[in-house]
């Protein structure tokens, strides 16, 4: 057959599921074919079953494989197939189409009953573009078309493992068997990418600090992170096991990566904050909602909320926070009350019930709730008195205040890679990043420029956080020229 499959066993595996995420959903059918090389001779078995999900399956996923709830009803649970299944995937190359997902899904499956499991896998959709890189697009339904593969029940487990194992006998047939062979070693000896990236994808990433950008089928990132070791974290998106539906998700789309290198993580949190806000992908959702974010100042002993966009730099140091949405706020000023004993009615965040108001009219204000279960020292009833109420509530949220700011004008905060290769120097004024440049020159230009300030409480928590642990040396700018 092909030298790189002789003597090895291979196992040619469909499943179908209640949906695409394999941390939450569940596998309804497993389909595998077996295959054993031995010299010029191939052993082929056939195993399928149904897997009872244990929970519904969705209408338009029983319309899609024609499995429905009654057929699962009474079919074993994975947990009563493992073990044979184990034996039937053991020392075998696990060949799939879009490998990741069905691999995903059953490491999932078998993580739940704490068996450990890998397996080398082989993606029938990246040697599809690997020998076909001109012909799109290789999902399965191209593939039959394109080789005359029907005849099998598509979109059944079996029927999927069968079209595959023809789809290798075809490829032989048709193709040199060293061109073929040769494929199929590549892309066993290649660590796994995502089925729409080319093979090669990842080879020129450096493991060095930076900000990575995933790409879908258009010009618009889908995706940016950052990592302190830009591979090492890409290839964890792509590890196959799919911890999470996000990566799961992405897998599916990416089509291309970009990265940028910087000197170190300060650079990195900066230029992903930087370029999630001006891109605005689709995936990076908490880091999108800075619309949202709030600050907290104190009026007459009350919490005002106020979006944090809007506040002068010179009146932050009289505010609280951040916090990340008006909700998320008033969330942690009600817990500061409840470990504090305050009174959440005092603080404005309790109402009275417009009959009960009425009935404090003439008669001495009734308790908050929490003053009823003794949790709140009664600033409500009288008990406290408002100004030390005041107090009391102000020393609560003193470790939220935001930090003045330290220096006398605007600075630059310089981090150097450790192997002495890369400077980044970052240009910040009243904790606004007016830009990032790689000579003090620049710097010393970028912050005479009328630049706009504007306080964003993701780059204060980064710069707030760098400073305390000296990860970066600061140079007044402004004042370099007059010691020199």
Same mark, same amino acid.
């Given at each position: ?94 060949i ?14 078998? &993580? ?22 001109d ?14 593969l ?23 047939e ?86 940028e ?6 650079? &990195? ?22 619309q ?21 730099? =010179? ?5 609280h ?21 305050l ?9 009275r ?26 600033a ?14 102000? =020393? ?6 935001? =930090? ?14 450790? =192997? ?25 230009t ?19 956080s ?14 370099? &020229? &007059?010691a020199?």
């Open positions: 057959m092909l030298a790189c499959l002789s003597e090895r066993r291979c196992v040619f595996v469909d499943l179908e599921t209640t949906g695409t995420a394999a941390a939450r959903e569940r596998i309804t059918e497993i389909g595998i074919v077996t295959v054993d090389f031995d010299g010029g001779s191939a052993r082929v078995q056939e195993w399928s079953t149904l897997v009872n999900p244990e929970r519904p399956i969705p209408s338009e996923i029983q319309w899609l494989t024609g499995i429905t709830n009654d057929m699962v009803r009474q079919a074993p649970r994975f947990a009563e197939l493992a073990d044979d299944l184990l034996e039937r995937l053991r020392d075998a190359v696990f799939a189409h879009n490998a990741r997902f069905d691999y995903g899904f059953l490491k999932a499956e078998f &993580a739940r009953l704490g068996i450990p499991w890998r397996a080398t896998t082989l993606c029938t959709v990246r040697l599809s573009r690997l020998l076909d890189p012909r799109s697009p290789h999902n399965l339904d191209a593939i039959v078309a394109r080789y005359a029907d005849g099998e029940q598509r979109h059944r487990a079996l029927g999927d493992a069968r079209v595959l194992w023809r789809f290798l006998q075809r490829l032989v048709r193709r040199p068997p060293l061109e073929v062979d040769e494929a199929i070693r590549t892309l066993l000896a290649r660590t796994s990418t995502p089925p729409m990236l080319p093979p090669d994808a990842l080879d020129g990433i450096p493991d060095t600090p930076g900000v990575y950008l995933f790409y879908g089928l258009n010009a618009h990132p889908i995706y940016i992170g950052k990592s302190l070791a830009l591979r090492t974290r890409v290839m964890a998106h792509f590890s196959a096991d799919h911890a999470n539906a996000q990566d799961a998700k992405l897998t599916q789309e990416v089509c291309r990566i970009d990265w290198e910087t000197a170190g993580e300060v650079s &990195a949190l900066l230029r992903e904050a930087d370029l999630v806000k001006t891109r605005l992908p689709a995936h990076n959702i908490a880091l999108r909602r800075r949202n974010q709030m600050l907290l100042r104190l009026a007459d002993g009350k919490p005002k909320f106020v979006p944090a966009l809007k506040v002068a730099l =010179d009146a932050l140091p009289e505010h926070g951040p916090f990340s949405s008006r909700a998320s706020a008033r969330t942690q000023v009600v817990e500061l009350a409840r470990e504090h004993g009174c959440l009615l005092t603080l404005g965040l309790e109402r019930s417009k009959a009960t108001a009425e009935a404090c009219a003439d008669a001495p204000p009734a308790p908050c709730f929490a003053f009823q279960v003794k949790r709140c020292r009664g409500c009833v009288g008990e406290e008195a408002p100004a030390a109420h005041a107090a009391r509530f102000a =020393d609560a949220l003193a470790h939220a205040r935001i =930090d003045p700011w330290p220096f006398a004008g605007t600075i630059a905060l310089i981090e150097r890679r450790t =192997d002495a290769l890369r400077e980044d120097i970052h240009v910040v004024d009243r904790w606004c990043w007016l830009g990032s440049v790689r000579t003090l020159d620049a710097a010393e970028l912050a005479a420029t009328d630049a706009p300030r504007s306080f964003e409480p993701d780059v204060y928590r980064i710069l707030r760098a400073l305390a642990k000296g990860a970066v040396d600061v140079l007044p700018l402004g004042l370099r &020229a &007059a020199e």
